[in-house]
């Protein structure tokens, strides 16, 4: 069993930024695909990014493109989430995922899920 551990979220003004992370504790992450999604009140879970184990190939959303930016450090077991210009309407509970085998923008596809982080973006 892989256990994601989220942090980095909270309240911040539109405009501001948030980098959320997501460790992977005691074990390796390397060997796996990485994503983040999020969900917000009322909505199904969407897809934001994904990044290869590697770290050589990353997709995003259009919605998130040119705002977002995943990375990896696979030293520290940890993937990021760097979110930039953030609007009121990205406020939602953001989730990262693991895949061994899958990498793509297909939630349930995803073996290994966080237990989530609340982003607040005020006006």
């Known amino acids: 069993q892989v256990q994601l551990v989220e942090s980095g979220g909270g309240l911040v003004q539109a405009g501001d930024s948030l980098r959320l992370s997501c460790a992977v504790p005691g074990r390796t992450g390397s060997s796996y695909n990485m994503g983040w999604f999020r969900q917000a009140p009322g909505k199904e879970r969407e897809f934001l990014a994904a990044?290869?184990?590697?770290?050589?190939?990353?997709l995003y959303s259009d919605f998130v493109k040119g705002r977002f930016t995943i990375s990896r450090d696979d030293a520290k077991n940890t993937m990021y989430l760097q979110m930039n210009s953030l609007k009121p309407e990205d406020t939602a509970v953001y989730y990262c995922?693991?895949?061994?085998?899958?990498?793509?923008?297909?939630?349930?596809?995803?073996?290994?899920w966080g237990q989530g982080t609340q982003v607040t973006v005020s006006s």
């Open positions: 990044i290869s184990w590697t770290g050589g190939s990353t």
């Open positions: 995922a693991a895949s061994r085998s899958y990498y793509g923008d297909y939630r349930n596809a995803y073996d290994y």
